[in-house]
């Protein structure tokens, strides 16, 4: 068969703009190398619906070997006594847990998605919003920091089934301990979605949701540093406390819940080369070498921070925990939309986000989140962060001079000539 020279000269241009460019967007990485090999084999041709050891198909013996890697290096990475490493993102993982614990009509309590949450923890126009009843808690505005009287009083005058805490712009920790005291009044399960900052709290860098959580969401490719993907994981399997039964009417340890909800429930076969990637994604999270990647993540978030606050812009919160910012433009004249655009003419990827109590709609906003998971992945280190806020800078006080913005790409192309990308991929 021909080489579909197409497509693959555009995933040569994908990568040059991926080398070329500052990549901020702070649910972005770059993979290693044996993760990407892992991903692209042979178990892509595998059917294996069902679980390592109980598949509904012959010839799994080797995929439910992967399969089981995986699931034994993440419980090992987070400590917990179960993993289901098949939803094939975080949104489906996030599905299924919604699948196996709620009827359609339940209440579940989220951060509002234009308050830093999620479109699956009750946008109206996702799932969550759709087959369950959503309720909203959000940020104080004197300070942008979630506001847990208010998930209080929502939670205990309407009586969710479900409190969801994790974000997706959200520069701060999170106390899971008075989260689940809250829940624990109502009978609520507490499910935290850690997709963004799963890499920090991997290395007890960030508090651990494990303790105070019913079950904890991730994705693998953000602070993670996998492949794209998503996992289910629960500190301690437990007999559901409140008598949930399968459809047959019996009552099962939610284990068995959640994976009956992954398959059959929500997803058919698993993505088994996916998999394998996750394997290996997880054996580089349990090395000392990830521990220091993880350590500069949180270095460099704060040498961001604070070289924007050097520069008059204003950070949602004041700064950050993690590895993200959410800078609020107001008082630089320019919105969210506009910066991205010109951000991307100087080949600085970053995206537009709404602020709390933004006065501009989701499409335009007055905010963009800048991340820097992926320039760590680089080798940058905090001194380098001071370069990165310069270019950002520059790019929006000359936002109208398309002569400058093109100087400014130069430079970031010349930069980033520091800071090889796959070298290996010629
Ligand atoms: N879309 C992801 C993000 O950018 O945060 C979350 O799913």
Redesign the pocket.
């Known amino acids: 068969m021909q080489r579909d020279t197409l497509v693959f000269d555009l995933i040569q241009k994908e990568l040059e703009r991926q080398r070329h460019g500052i990549e901020l967007?702070?649910?972005e990485n770059f993979t290693s190398l044996q993760v990407m090999q892992a991903m692209g084999n042979v178990m892509t041709n595998k059917y294996a619906e069902g679980y390592p050891g109980r598949r509904y198909y012959g010839g799994c013996e080797i995929v439910d070997q992967t399969e089981q890697l995986a699931i034994d290096r993440v419980k090992k990475i987070f400590d917990c006594e179960y993993a289901n490493v098949q939803p094939h993102s975080?949104?489906q993982a996030n599905y299924a847990v919604m699948l196996a614990i709620l009827q359609p009509g339940d209440k579940i309590l989220g951060l509002d998605l234009s308050m830093g949450g999620?479109?699956t923890h009750g946008s109206p126009v996702n799932f969550s919003g759709k087959l369950y009843k959503p309720l909203f808690y959000g940020v104080k505005k004197e300070n942008g920091l979630v506001d847990y009287d208010m998930m209080e009083k929502v939670a205990l005058t309407e009586k969710p089934k479900l409190i969801i805490c994790g974000a997706?712009?959200y520069s701060r920790d999170w106390d899971y301990a008075r989260i689940r005291k809250i829940a624990d009044q109502i009978n609520a399960f507490v499910m935290c979605d850690m997709?963004?900052p799963a890499g920090l709290i991997a290395k007890n860098l960030l508090n651990s949701p494990f303790e105070h959580s019913h079950f904890v969401t991730s994705?693998t490719h953000?602070t993670l540093r996998g492949p794209r993907g998503g996992i289910i994981l629960m500190k301690k399997d437990f007999d559901n406390p409140f008598g949930l039964k399968d459809v047959k009417g019996n009552i099962r340890p939610m284990s068995n819940l959640l994976d009956m909800a992954v398959f059959p429930g929500s997803q058919g076969g698993p993505l088994e080369h996916v998999i394998a990637a996750k394997a290996v994604a997880f054996g580089e999270t349990l090395t000392d070498e990830f521990t220091q990647y993880a350590r500069q993540i949180i270095l460099n978030g704060q040498a961001m921070a604070n070289s924007f606050l050097k520069r008059g812009y204003h950070i949602v919160s004041g700064g950050t925990d993690n590895h993200l910012l959410l800078i609020d433009l107001r008082n630089k004249n320019i919105s969210g939309k506009k910066a991205e655009a010109i951000l991307g003419k100087a080949d600085i990827t970053v995206?537009k986000n709404m602020v709390p109590f933004d006065d501009k709609s989701a499409f335009v906003t007055s905010g963009i989140?800048v991340g820097v998971p992926a320039v760590t992945t680089r080798g940058m280190k905090e001194e380098h962060m001071e370069k990165l806020v310069d270019f950002i800078d520059s790019a929006i006080v000359n936002a109208e001079q398309d002569a400058e913005l093109e100087c400014v790409r130069k430079k970031v192309n010349l930069f980033m000539q520091q800071f090889p990308l796959y070298p290996e991929l010629g």
């Open positions: 967007i702070a649910s975080g949104a999620h479109l997706s712009a997709a963004h994705t953000k995206n989140r």
